[in-house]
């Protein structure tokens, strides 16, 4: 298994770009998250996903946007890129959901808008 | 909102040396989890805690689910070099679903 693979590693974007972070996993696992790190802080979850068809808000949600029309993947949208969504982007997935908390995570997608 | 608060926010340590950090808030958490991150990589799952008392071990590291269910330690017993990284918290509310909190972290640095 490769577990969760995010794409790309590092990016670029000039402000009012925009691009999507890709995250696939291949546990079969019905719960993914996006989150965002800022240095000295923990992690923010941005938007998480119960399973295919099914996305819900997290804690800053604001300028993104996601979908979830398989159980692999769970890409993430950033429409029009501001400086203040410069961050490393984890993405995560966790098996049941209901008994089972741990969460495993991507290798991070370094973001920069300049 | 709920909130962890992780201390120390930084170490430097002796290679050898024990090291303890900790996690506490003032709300009720099901489940303590712990994660190392080392440089460029995402965070790695160490220790999960389902039970308040739980003491569990993963090698030269230890955790403890606090009685009152608001804390978590994470105890390095001889660090060695390898041992440098982030270390997190995470909490699991009963009431937050299935999303963790997450502490601030606690950066590691052991010289040898």
């Known amino acids: 298994n490769a577990g969760v693979t995010q794409t790309p590693k590092f990016r670029i974007l000039k402000i009012g770009q925009s691009m999507t972070l890709q995250c696939t996993q291949d546990?079969?696992?019905?719960?993914m998250y996006w989150y965002r790190q800022d240095p000295g802080m923990g992690l923010k979850l941005i938007y998480y996903?119960?399973?295919?068809?099914?996305?819900d808000k997290g804690e800053v949600p604001n300028g993104y946007n996601v979908s979830r029309s398989t159980t692999e993947d769970f890409p993430l949208r950033l429409e029009l890129a501001a400086p203040s969504q410069t961050s490393v982007y984890f993405c995560a997935s966790s098996y049941r959901g209901l008994a089972d908390y741990e969460q495993y995570f991507g290798p991070g997608t370094r973001l920069t808008v300049t | 909102g709920q909130q962890l608060n992780q201390s120390p926010q930084s170490m430097f340590i002796q290679e050898g040396e024990d090291v303890s950090m900790n996690c506490t808030s003032s709300?009720?958490?099901?489940?303590w989890l712990w994660y190392k991150q080392e440089p460029g990589e995402g965070p790695v799952l160490l220790i999960a805690l389902y039970k308040a008392g739980e003491l569990t071990s993963n090698g030269r590291l230890t955790a403890q689910f606090g009685i009152t269910r608001k804390d978590s330690f994470l105890n390095i017993s001889a660090s060695i070099p390898s041992d440098v990284g982030i270390y997190f918290c995470?909490?699991?509310?009963?009431?937050?679903?299935?999303?963790?909190?997450f502490g601030a972290g606690t950066i590691l640095r052991v010289k040898s």
């Open positions: 709300s009720i958490f099901n489940t």
């Open positions: 995470a909490g699991q509310l009963k009431e937050y679903g299935n999303k963790l909190v």
């Open positions: 546990m079969n696992h019905n719960y």
């Open positions: 996903s119960v399973g295919a068809g099914i996305t």
